[in-house]
């Protein structure tokens, strides 16, 4: 299977999944895909991790043309992400929650990931 093969939509869904494959197996339990604030933006994962409700961002790449994966998650991303997670709160009803905002960075070449990186609470809410 050759990079070209995937639409950067598709290539974004794959890293969902394979991310979502990636949290059930460290024993995270999925709670929504792709939650949508109005046209805002969304978020990609919300977990639970133990006690703990998690916002995954997922950001996938299928070549190291613009840099990694890792480096294309930028300060204003992770606040959209934190505004996102903050009404998914107050829309959801939950207080007291502890919370954090993952990013998981996965890097598909040639239909094969190559590198993924779980990055713990980049920002507290």
């Known amino acids: 299977m050759s990079n070209l093969s995937f639409s950067s939509k598709e290539l974004g869904k794959t890293g969902e999944d394979i991310a979502v494959e990636f949290l059930i197996n460290k024993g995270y339990e999925i709670i929504q895909r792709n939650y ?3 046209k805002t933006g969304e978020i990609d994962i919300i977990a639970k991790d133990d006690n703990c409700l998690v916002f995954v ?36 009803n939950l207080k007291d929650t502890n919370c954090r905002i993952d990013v998981i960075a996965i890097l598909i070449e040639k239909g094969e990931v190559k590198t993924l990186n779980h990055y ?4 507290l809410l």
């Open 36 to 38: 949508r604030f109005s």
């Open 57 to 92: 961002e997922v950001k996938t790449k299928g070549n190291l043309e613009f840099g990694l994966p890792d480096q294309a998650v930028s300060k204003g991303k992770l606040k959209q992400v934190k505004r996102i997670a903050e009404y998914y709160l107050y829309d959801k």
């Open 120 to 123: 713990e609470n980049v920002v």
